[in-house]
Nanobody, 126 residues
Framework: QVQLVESGGGLVQAGGSLKLSCAAS????????MGWFRQAPGKEREFVGV????????YYVDSVQGRFTISRDNAKNTVLLEMNSLKPEDTAVYYC???????????????????WGRGTQVTVSS
């Protein structure tokens, strides 16, 4: 089992920045690819980005490419989502998720992730 807890959400003005943190506990954190997803009110959950188990590979949805950065510290069992140049359309509940590094299938498919946090709210005002 891996337990994930997100923090760092809040209210920010458009153009501002936030850094979300996801703390992991339980089994070997370094064996998991870490993804971020978000869900806005009335919308389906959306893939945001992923950082693979050893930090060598990242992939982001086009809408956040160049604005969001995922990093991880395996020694601290933590993954970060740094969000810059935030837009009102970034408003959502943000979730971190973990998938075992040998899992096959699309990075963007939430069904391929084994563990999820409860989410943290990010609100961007215009």
């Amino acid at each position: 089992q891996v337990q994930l807890v997100e923090s760092g959400g809040g209210l920010v003005q458009a153009g501002g920045s936030l850094k979300l943190s996801c703390a992991a506990s339980g089994r070997t954190f370094s064996s998991y690819d870490m993804g971020w997803f978000r869900q806005a009110p009335g919308k389906e959950r959306e893939f945001v980005g992923v950082l693979n188990w050893n930090g060598a590979f990242t992939y982001y949805v086009d809408s956040v490419q160049g604005r969001f950065t995922i990093s991880r510290d395996n020694a601290k069992n933590t993954v970060l989502l740094e969000m810059n140049s935030l837009k009102p359309e970034d408003t959502a509940v943000y979730y971190c998720a973990a998938r075992f590094f040998r899992t096959l299938g699309s990075w963007t498919d939430g069904a391929k992730y084994d563990y999820w946090g409860r989410g943290t709210q990010v609100t961007v005002s215009s």
